[in-house]
Nanobody, 128 residues
Framework: QVRLAEYGGGSVQAGESLRLSCAMS????????MGWFRQAPGKEREGVAS???????DYAGSVKGRFTISQDNARKTLYLQMSNLKPEDTAMYYC??????????????????????WGQGTHVTVSA
């Protein structure tokens, strides 16, 4: 059973930076796809960034150039470095994972249906 725990959310001013972390426990040393999603009040959950075990990444157009997804395989931790934050980035941010014990070539995905495991979320508020 894979468990994900996000932390690092908070309240910042527009233009500032924040780094989210997601600690993963359980799972295997096989192949994986990891992602960050967010959901603002009254809006649908949207994919923000994704990374796979060969290092491939994908970003939503709204965050490209401002957000960077990365991973620490040894510590089983996923990161989302967010820079030049905007009020429209305000949302609950979720970490997600899809993993199997065997070798498979995952491609990054911003679709929620591509992930099996989800964290509880961490909230980010950006004030103008």
């Amino acid at each position: 059973q894979v468990r994900l725990a996000e932390y690092g959310g908070g309240s910042v001013q527009a233009g500032e930076s924040l780094r989210l972390s997601c600690a993963m426990s359980g799972g295997t040393d096989g192949s994986y796809r990891m992602g960050w999603f967010r959901q603002a009040p009254g809006k649908e959950r949207e994919g923000v960034a994704s990374i796979v075990n060969d290092g491939g990444t994908d970003y939503a157009g709204s965050v490209k150039g401002r957000f960077t997804i990365s991973q620490d395989n040894a510590r089983k931790t996923l990161y989302l470095q967010m820079s030049n934050l905007k009020p429209e980035d305000t949302a609950m941010y979720y970490c997600a994972a899809q993993t199997v014990s065997y070798a498979v070539k995952y491609i990054p995905s911003l679709l929620a249906t591509a992930f099996t495991y989800w964290g509880q979320g961490t909230h980010v508020t950006v004030s103008a």
